[in-house]
């Protein structure tokens, strides 16, 4: 019999060659020890059908006629094993990219100093042109991550970049990858996440597949949000909703993820009086029943289909405009009193042009301040449609240099939108 096996507290880069090796020893089980790190365990019980491995206790040491050891090379790094140390006829190959060497005698080794311990097998597999999964290639470049730290650490080399790269064509999925090298990601996340699974609702409405789930948490846990993403990934459901019960002060914080356009996470959190945006939002709710949050966003849900939030739900109104034979001095008094940093000009409800701080530059003299505000307006006047999406709004302040666009429904202004009313909608931010 053939084993092959890595070091205790298994990380990513070992498990990944544990895995890796399987192409070259086919024949060979695989032998993982018990202490392995929380993002491994992790990984491990989100792919439980699709790894598989033995613990050392399945194994019959007896029967062992190979040894292959992957990302270490000293005896006191594996677990249960030494009573093959002894054994006379053994024959062992070592992998192994660490610059000092160990106690362990082989008969063959692949050891050469590079970034990650996986590198050795990813090249040889592209050498061979041996096609892997998907699934494979993100544990394979995960592992490369780790220990290279995404390619930046001294130790890594064009080697490690290269089977980063092919990697990437196998189609690895750095939104996974991300997720498990997270530093927040720890035992308290874990345990957190695991509660989650454990009682995860999946429901559909209308065409979405959606998640909510609610569990209680005690004292701040940090990096809920990224639960939540690790969540939706998990269950592969358009959006998640996750209501965190803290009892000891009556209070939830629920947090949604959305990756499809048509639901918009931050429409919904707002109407709770939480804030977000299109695609992640949060809101915390005092003294109020999960059970009631949970109806609560299923209706919401269902009213805000298809919809996603326009200029008319953030824009302010009524406005305030001026007239255009209003003087200069009358525009001065309204910023310097309203703090504005700008107006519309207006001739009834129709908008003939624009004035701002920036005009004032070129007032020059006292007498200017006389003159009406329609010789220093300007006139050319960017303006939006209230079902236009914020993102459009956002593209026309941005190319203009503008700081607000009138809203204009069929020739007449009904509201303004603001470079801050843009900001709070693309930046609204989430409890930590
Ligand atoms: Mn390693």
């Known amino acids: 019999m053939e084993i092959i096996t890595t070091h205790k507290n298994t990380d990513l880069d070992a498990l990944a060659s544990l895995f890796a090796a399987k192409f070259f020893y086919p024949q060979a089980k695989l032998v993982l020890p018990s202490r392995i790190n929380p993002n491994v365990r992790f990984f491990l019980s989100l792919h439980k059908n699709i790894f598989s491995y033995h613990s050392q206790n399945d194994i019959d040491l007896k029967k062992v006629s190979r040894l292959i050891v992957v990302d270490t090379n000293c005896w006191n790094r594996l677990e249960g094993m030494n009573s093959l140390r002894k054994q006379n006829d053994l024959a062992i190959h070592l992998w192994d ?91 308290k996340q874990k345990d957190v996440l695991f509660k989650m699974l454990k009682n995860n609702h999946r429901m559909k409405i209308g065409n979405y597949c959606i998640s909510i789930n609610s569990t209680k948490i005690n004292g701040h846990i940090p990096g809920l949000a990224i639960i939540v993403s690790m969540l939706q990934d998990i269950l592969n459901v358009d959006a998640a909703f ?92 309204i910023f310097k009193e309203q703090n504005y940093t700008g107006l519309p000009v207006m001739e009834g409800d129709k908008i003939v042009g624009i004035i701002s701080r920036r005009d004032f530059n070129r007032v020059r003299d006292s007498s200017h301040f006389q003159s009406p505000v329609k010789a220093f307006m300007s006139t050319n006047v960017i303006t939006i449609d209230p079902r236009s999406s914020c993102t459009k709004a956002a593209r026309l302040m941005i190319k203009h240099d503008i700081g607000r666009l009138p809203v204009v429904e069929d020739g007449r202004i009904i509201g303004i939108i603001t470079r801050s009313d843009a900001m709070r909608y693309f930046y609204d931010l989430l409890p930590e």
């Open 97 to 187: 990219h660490h610059p000092i060497k160990g106690d362990i005698e082989s008969n063959w080794s692949c050891q050469e100093v590079i970034g990650a311990n996986t590198t050795f097998f990813v090249n040889r597999l592209e050498k061979a042109s041996k096609k892997i999964t998907p699934i494979q290639a993100t544990l394979f470049l995960a592992g490369i991550y780790e220990d290279t730290g995404n390619l930046s650490f001294p130790n890594s080399t064009a080697k490690d970049a290269r089977a980063v790269a092919y990697l990437m064509d196998m189609q690895a999925d750095l939104k996974v990858i991300r997720k498990l090298l997270r530093g927040v990601y720890g035992p």
């Open 242 to 333: 996750c209501i965190f019960l803290e009892k000891d002060r009556n209070q939830i914080i629920l947090i949604g993820r959305s990756l499809v356009d048509g639901l918009n996470i931050g429409t919904i959190m707002r109407a709770m009086g939480g804030g977000g945006h299109p695609g992640a939002g949060s809101v915390l709710l005092k003294d109020v029943n999960p059970v009631s949050v949970k109806e609560w966003i299923i209706e919401l849900i269902n009213g805000n289909q298809q919809s996603t939030i326009k200029i008319s739900d953030l824009m302010s109104f009524p406005v305030t405009g001026i007239p255009p034979d209003a003087s200069m001095e009358d525009v001065d008094i």
